[in-house]
């Protein structure tokens, strides 16, 4: 009873216009033995009710850890500084009992693999009824009827039945659609998904991924959708953020991002999916290398010894998120894709055979391929 | 269902191997075990005691009617110097071992009831100083023998200052007030022996759970961190110390027979120790039987339990 | 039950003393590579207990056997009795070396019956599996059905019964006893050496050396046997320890050394009946059973800390 007093109170005079979440200059770093590990390094972005925005970026580039931190679920050496406003407020220096207002109610989690994130000992209803019980104060009836009407709502058959088994008992897909229901449950006005859809089968994919939307449009929901697969916030987002080494490199609206590609990590993330319409045996385009060390980075661009576009420059001078001509269109690189700088400096390499880290860089099939500098 | 039933078959058989050894254990004995017993007797009296307990037979004879005595309540009988029968080993058997029984039921239901609350509350702060000062607390109690703890609290919490009694036995329905009251100190030994090492263990297992996705899960839905820990944390985390629990009951019984020689008890312990002293090996042989079987049984049944309390495994041996 | 329990590490010991309960700043220091001060003073205590067990007979201490009767019952450091003197005026102090020298003696003697035979036996069902390990692990299983103490007790019992025209000598019993504990340990360290066997036996190398063409007996002493080695010794250090206390719990129930012989067990059993009485004649070998299982299950945790380390590659 308090809880639900308390939250109506906090939440009573929400502004109804403008951002829903704001998120401005966030870091988070983690005290270890082997040092600082700077996971995200200087993130904003806004977003609205009833939009989505995708976080791309391969593993450790900081992407769930952001999504984390914007929620506040981070393990206790975690140093996290910035500013994160919901709904105007500030929540980023808040402790664990104030944000546990906000979790469940306010802003909710879908997991990676629900097999794991799943208590293995609990009955799914009860999973469900837990929220709604202990943040709505209802009667057990009126939550059990709630968590079927919720199951059902995501796709599960003979959800009554399946109130009373354990999560073992599911498939993959059935386990993430509770896992949404879970999510959901106390009508949240903010999700996160982190990667929901990577332990699952392709076939299941689409399918969850389409919940997802229905669900966000029926409840304007905000949803920040977090993923390593550009074809996944392909046709279902708002506008996109791609992340590396705990930085944006790159923040459009969808269709101009996809149109218009600036930063050559965006670039080659682009090419490295594979697509039906290459003849087969194709080379698969990966980028060479890997990310850097997020403990003591190197100076200048993070990505400059893996880009095939990279100048002396770019190795010294670290380039500012700035929207180069293109409104709402950003992008942090010294020689963009598709400019007139990024494609001298493109010709410059290919010449010379080399990048400015070292790395190789050539054209094979039409495609131009860099290594790893070793 | 199959399963049970081939479990029963197992237990049964080691029940028959179990009781085979104990009962040509007097064998063993040098000499002529009739002269231990029977010191003052004549040898046509030790003849005849001798062919009475079927030691002239071949080991498995001697075991055939030592079972089928044992298996229908006649556990042998107490002998006096000149060979005379006395007591009936049932009759005192069956008045002891409830005691013994009821004391290693006590001390495990002390022991988890003082021993999860610690191991929760050390998981939870793991790495603090609550946690860092029960470990070195834990380390110490451990290393000090169940025997040492009962004659220092003998000395302090029962003579010097006279707290509780320090020896014999009053039954349940007699004076439940002082039944437990007596039943306190051995209690409190063979519990303070266990609690370390259950705590410790529920902690590592708790310290592994919390790391685990399904509770960053349920922190999401914002449910307090106590509730995380009793309602979402401790179930998983207890298989590990149940199995302990259950594996341990069978050493309890065997600390448990110490001590009741300590306080006075009057249990099966008490009862063997009695044996020794007089020399009766033949009662001995029946009550060590006794308390190997109880041990064997105990065993089964702790492991029968198990399933029922892990769906996984429920369902898996169903599947 | 006939089936093994080795999806538990947890070994059930006797009389209480577990493996489980970690040694405070054992694993930091470990991870660290010096050696903590807790482990110096562990060994720097059992040298000292182990010498003095040992060197006995030629050390300066007074008759354990024979007192004055003007002694008796003298408390901690009166006349010249570091622990005072029993009923009899027999130096506690001295009791309490001679006592470790009987005490050490059986729990290192049935310890190492339990590492050889049993070691051995596991080292082997580990290693050739299959039909030798079945075999083996039955007649373990078997054996384990016994609560241990009560089958150590009986075969004491039974192998030296005391006769009142013929009592034990100290050295019947202590041998005795070496051998009726040490059956008992038997199939404990059996089943730990097993499943470390099986774990080591399942790497490469050791099948690098079998594929080299040696003989299996040669692979299992020469590859398997290091490698379990630690394990073995961490457990026979905690070992050490149990039988101590085992047997204490054996001289309560008058199967240890008859008096006047002392062990740490008996002097403590002989007043167990009024401890009020002269409590510093239990109190000091109670002390010393404390320290020496206190020192033993912190190096026994030490040695696995340690070793474990291999394992958990950082």
């Given at each position: 009873?308090?809880?639900?007093?308390?939250?109506?109170?906090?939440?009573?005079?929400?502004?109804?216009?403008?951002?829903?979440?704001?998120?401005?200059?966030?870091?988070?770093?983690?005290?270890?033995?082997?040092?600082?590990?700077?996971?995200?390094?200087?993130?904003?972005?806004?977003?609205?009710?009833?939009?989505?925005?995708?976080?791309?970026?391969?593993?450790?580039?900081?992407?769930?850890?952001?999504?984390?931190?914007?929620?506040?679920?981070?393990?206790?050496?975690?140093?996290?500084?910035?500013?994160?406003?919901?709904?105007?407020?500030?929540?980023?220096?808040?402790?664990?009992?104030?944000?546990?207002?906000?979790?469940?109610?306010?802003?909710?989690?879908?997991?990676?693999?629900?097999?794991?994130?799943?208590?293995?000992?609990?009955?799914?209803?009860?999973?469900?009824t837990e929220s709604?019980?202990?943040?709505?104060?209802?009667?057990?009836?009126?939550?059990?009827?709630?968590?079927?009407?919720?199951?059902?709502?995501?796709?599960?058959?003979?959800?009554?039945?399946?109130?009373?088994?354990?999560?073992?008992?599911?498939?993959?897909?059935?386990?993430?659609?509770?896992?949404?229901?879970?999510?959901?449950?106390?009508?949240?006005k903010l999700?996160?998904?982190?990667?929901?859809?990577?332990?699952?089968?392709?076939?299941?994919?689409?399918?969850?991924?389409?919940?997802?939307?229905?669900?966000?449009?029926?409840?304007?929901?905000?949803?920040?959708?977090?993923?390593?697969d550009l074809g996944v916030v392909a046709g279902r987002t708002d506008d996109i953020a791609v992340m590396y080494a705990g930085r944006i490199v790159e923040k459009a609206p969808t269709r101009s991002l996809f149109a218009q590609v600036r930063h050559p990590y965006t670039e080659a993330l682009l090419k490295s999916i594979p697509k039906l319409t290459h003849p087969s045996h194709t080379r698969l385009e990966a980028i060479a290398g890997r990310p850097p060390d997020l403990v003591s980075p190197p100076p200048g661009c993070k990505f400059a010894p893996r880009c095939p576009y990279a100048q002396d420059r770019c190795l010294t001078e670290e380039p500012p998120l700035l929207d180069g001509g293109i409104p709402g269109h950003e992008f942090r690189c010294w020689f963009p894709v598709g400019t007139e700088a990024g494609n001298e400096a493109l010709a410059r390499n290919l010449a010379a055979g080399t990048a400015a880290a070292g790395q190789p860089v050539r054209v094979e099939q039409d495609a131009v391929v860099t290594e790893a500098v070793s | 269902m199959r399963t049970i039933v081939r479990r029963l078959i197992q237990l049964v058989v080691v029940i028959v191997v179990v009781t085979f050894f104990t009962s040509v254990l007097t064998r063993l004995l040098p000499g002529d075990p009739t002269t231990l017993i029977a010191q003052f007797a004549t040898p046509d009296e030790r003849e005849e005691l001798r062919a009475e307990l079927g030691l002239n037979r071949n080991v498995v004879a001697q075991y055939g009617s030592w079972a089928t005595d044992f298996f229908t309540g006649d556990m042998g009988t107490y002998y006096a110097g000149t060979g005379v029968r006395g007591e009936d080993v049932y009759d005192r058997a069956k008045i002891a071992l409830p005691k013994s029984l009821l004391l290693i039921f006590y001390a495990q239901v002390?022991?988890?009831l003082i021993a999860v609350p610690l191991g929760v509350i050390t998981a939870y702060r793991a790495g603090k100083r609550v946690d860092r000062w029960a470990n070195t607390v834990a380390f110490g109690l451990v290393a000090i023998p169940a025997f040492v703890l009962a004659a220092l609290l003998k000395l302090y919490l029962g003579l010097e200052w006279d707290l509780l009694p320090t020896i014999g036995w009053i039954d349940l329905t007699d004076d439940p007030v002082e039944h437990f009251r007596h039943a306190a100190m051995p209690v409190i030994v063979l519990a303070v022996g266990q609690i370390a090492v259950y705590a410790r263990l529920l902690r590592s297992d708790m310290v592994a759970t919390l790391q685990e996705d399904f509770i960053l899960m349920a922190k999401s839905k914002g449910i307090s961190n106590r509730r995380i820990l009793w309602r979402h944390a401790l179930r998983p985390s207890s298989l590990t110390l149940l199995t302990v629990a259950g594996l341990n009951i069978g050493t309890l019984l065997s600390g448990a027979l110490v001590i009741e020689i300590i306080?006075?008890?009057?249990?099966?312990?008490?009862?063997?120790?009695?044996?020794?002293?007089?020399?009766?090996?033949?009662?001995?042989?029946?009550?060590?039987?006794?308390?190997a079987i109880a041990y064997v049984v105990v065993n089964f049944i702790v492991d029968l339990l198990y399933t029922v309390l892990d769906p996984r495994i429920r369902s898996a041996r169903i599947a | 039950m006939l089936e093994s329990r080795d999806s538990t590490e947890i070994v059930p010991t006797p009389a209480g003393v577990s493996t489980v309960t970690a040694a405070p700043g054992a694993d930091e220091a470990a991870h660290r590579r010096r050696m903590p001060i807790g482990a110096w003073l562990a060994i720097a205590w059992l040298v000292f207990v182990g010498g003095a067990a040992l060197l006995a007979p030629v050390l300066p201490i007074d008759d354990w056997k024979f007192g004055t009767f003007r002694d008796a019952r003298d408390g901690w450091f009166t006349n010249g009795h570091w622990f005072g003197a029993d009923e009899s005026g027999r130096d506690v102090f001295s009791r309490v070396v001679w006592g470790g020298r009987s005490s050490l003696l059986i729990a290192v003697g049935s310890i190492a019956i339990g590492v050889l035979v049993g070691g051995f036996l596991g080292l082997c069902a580990g290693y050739f599996g299959r039909r030798t390990d079945s075999v083996l692990s039955a007649s373990f299983n078997i054996m384990l059905a016994f609560p241990q103490l009560v089958l150590a007790l009986t075969l004491v019992a039974v192998l030296s019964p005391f006769q009142e025209e013929d009592p034990p000598t100290r050295w019947e019993r202590v041998r005795v006893m070496i051998l009726a504990i040490g059956i008992v340990s038997i199939p404990i360290l059996a089943r730990i050496t097993r499943a470390n066997a099986l774990a080591w036996s399942q790497r490469e190398f050791v099948m690098a050396a079998k594929a080299q063409g040696a003989r299996s007996m040669r692979v299992m002493f020469?590859?398997?046997?290091?490698?379990v080695i630690p394990a073995i010794l961490s457990i026979a250090l905690l070992g050490i320890g149990v039988v101590i206390v085992i047997e204490g719990g054996l001289a309560l129930f008058g199967v240890s050394v008859s008096r006047p012989d002392p062990t740490w067990g008996n002097m403590i059993a002989g007043e167990i009946s009024d401890v009020q009485k002269q409590p510093h004649v239990w109190q000091a070998p109670a002390l010393f059973i404390f320290v020496t299982v206190l020192a033993l299950n912190y190096l026994g945790d030490f040695v696995r800390s340690r070793f474990d380390v291999r394992e958990s590659a950082i």
């Open positions: 009873m308090n809880r639900r007093k308390r939250g109506a109170e906090r939440f009573a005079d929400a502004p109804l216009d403008g951002a829903l979440l704001d998120v401005v200059a966030v870091k988070t770093a983690f005290e270890t033995d082997h040092g600082l590990v700077r996971a995200v390094d200087g993130v904003s972005f806004s977003l609205e009710r009833g939009k989505t925005i995708g976080i791309v970026g391969e593993s450790g580039c900081g992407k769930s850890v952001l999504s984390r931190s914007i929620m506040g679920l981070l393990p206790s050496n975690a140093r996290r500084s910035g500013s994160i406003l919901f709904e105007g407020r500030e929540i980023g220096d808040a402790p664990a009992d104030v944000m546990r207002d906000y979790w469940g109610t306010q802003m909710a989690m879908v997991f990676q693999d629900p097999m794991t994130s799943l208590n293995p000992v609990m009955k799914i209803g009860k999973q469900i709604l019980r202990y943040h709505l104060d209802v009667s057990k009836d009126y939550a059990t009827e709630t968590a079927q009407a919720l199951l059902q709502s995501v796709g599960i058959p003979e959800a009554k039945r399946r109130l009373r088994e354990y999560p073992h008992q599911l498939s993959g897909g059935m386990r993430q659609r509770v896992m949404i229901a879970i999510a959901l449950a106390c009508g949240p999700l996160f998904a982190d990667e929901p859809t990577t332990a699952l089968d392709v076939t299941v994919q689409a399918q969850i991924l389409d919940l997802l939307q229905a669900q966000q449009r029926e409840r304007f929901m905000a949803m920040v959708l977090v993923t390593h | 002390v022991t988890l306080f006075d008890v009057g249990g099966i312990g008490s009862l063997i120790y009695d044996a020794i002293n007089r020399r009766q090996y033949f009662a001995l042989q029946s009550l060590i039987a006794l308390v | 020469r590859e398997v046997l290091p490698n």
